[in-house]
C-alpha cells in the first residue's frame, strides 16, 4: 500500500539514513538540487513534481512512474531502470548516459537535448515524444518500439538492426552507414537518410 510522501521533507532523510525509497506516492513538490545517487527507489509515482539539480546517477528504480514532471537536466547516468514509465514529462538536457532501461516507456514526453550516449535499452517504447537534437550516440536498442521524433537526434554508431524507425521523423538525424544493416525504414526514409549520408543515388 502507497503511503503519500513530500519530496522536501521525507525523501532526504530516508536516503541519508541509508534507506530505500519504496511504496510511496510524491504530488507535487520540488526535490531542488536533491542527491539521490546509489539510493534504491520502487513502487513509487511521482506527480506533479520537479526535480531542479537533481541526481540519480548509478540508482535503481523499479515501478516507478513519473507524470506530467518536469525532469530537465536531471542525472540517470549509469543508474538502472526497471520498468519506469515517463508520461507527459519534460526531458530536457536530461542525461541518461551508460544506463541500462528495461522495459520502460517515454510516453508524451519532450526530450530536447536529452542524452542517451552508450545507454542499453531492451523492451523500451518511446512513443508519441519529442527527442529532437537528442544524443542516441553507441545506444544498444534491444526489442524497442519507436514512434517518436527524432529530427536532428544523433543515432551515430547506435546498434540499429532489427529497429523499426518507419513511424519517426527523421528530419536531419545521423546516422552511421556502416550500423544501417536491419534497419527498417520507409523507402521516402531511405531516400532521406541516403540524401543526409551524402549518397549520390541515380
Known sequence: MMQELS????????????YDVKNALFQGGVADGLNLENAGIENCDFSGCRFPGCSFARATLHDVNFVSCDLSGVNFRDAGLKNVSFTNCKLTGAAFLDALLTGC????CQ???SNFAKARLRDCDLVESAFPEA????????KCRLASDLSRADLSHAELRGVDLRACTLDGTIFTLTKLQ?????????SAIAAILGLDIR
Open 7 to 18: 519530496l522536501e521533507r521525507d525523501v532526504m532523510p530516508l536516503v541519508a539514513d541509508g
Open 105 to 108: 516507456v517515454f510516453c508524451g
Open 111 to 113: 526530450g530536447r537535448y
Open 135 to 142: 544524443s542516441f550516440f553507441e545506444v544498444r536498442f534491444q
Open 182 to 190: 536491419g534497419l527498417i525504414v520507409t523507402r521516402d526514409q531511405a
